[in-house]
């Protein structure tokens, strides 16, 4: 069973989407939160498994949150979904530690999917997100950093972009799982990103 944390200021959105999300037998809805601090607060004696976070709420606004949730609270994956497609919000949650990112227009047994993606702990980032964080690196003249990679760390942040993970890319490049990770660390450092999401995005725009 996932263990769901639903946070949006907005009550119709709150119970609509606890009404959709109840359909499903794997989902519990454990907590119905108005805004950032009041899912802190509920996990500082409570558990959950996933934050479907909204961004601009009232008292701690999503992104904000995210972060705490994140340094505190590591096991708990964050999930935004708002209607905001706008770079700046974007970037920020996923750098901030958010599995994913999707729309409010999504729909409703794609929602589902989603989540249990994030369970399994996959990113999700939807189509259109995609193409607004795309736009948002060109705009901040990203484009010579990818000539900055040498060909092994290339070659790794090709296989960050299919998904592999620093065990697989290791089995494959017949490297050890240690030098694996000091060559992502190099790739994070080189393209200003921080984490492998925003990698796979990257490479998606320019390789």
């Known amino acids: 069973m996932i263990k769901m944390i639903i946070a949006d200021d907005q009550a119709i959105v709150r119970e609509g989407l606890a009404l959709v999300l109840g359909f499903d037998d794997e989902i519990d809805i454990v907590f119905q939160a108005r805004n950032g601090q009041e899912v802190i607060d509920y996990l500082q004696n409570n558990n959950c498994d996933i934050v479907l976070m909204d961004i ?4 701690m606004n999503g992104v904000d949150a995210t ?3 994140h340094q505190n609270y590591s096991d708990v994956k964050i999930l935004i979904l708002t209607t905001f497609n706008d770079y700046e919000y974007i970037f920020q949650a996923l750098k901030n530690g958010a ?3 999707l ?3 999504t729909d409703g047994k794609e929602l589902i999917t989603d989540i249990k993606k994030v369970q399994n702990n996959e990113s999700i ?3 259109q997100i995609s193409n607004s964080l795309v736009a948002g690196i060109q705009n901040n003249d990203q484009q010579d950093m990818i000539t900055s990679l040498t060909s092994r760390e290339l070659e790794i942040a090709r296989a960050i972009a299919n998904g592999k993970s620093n065990k697989e890319i290791s089995t494959i ?12 660390t190099n790739i994070f450092e080189k393209l200003q990103l921080s984490n492998r999401t925003e990698v796979a995005l990257f490479m998606k725009k320019y390789d």
């Open 67 to 69: 972060k705490i949730i």
């Open 125 to 127: 980032i939807g189509s």
């Open 56 to 59: 601009k709420m009232p008292v």
């Open 173 to 184: 490049l017949f490297l050890s799982e240690g030098t694996v990770k000091n060559y992502v």
């Open 103 to 105: 729309l409010k227009d």
């Open 99 to 101: 599995n994913g990112y």
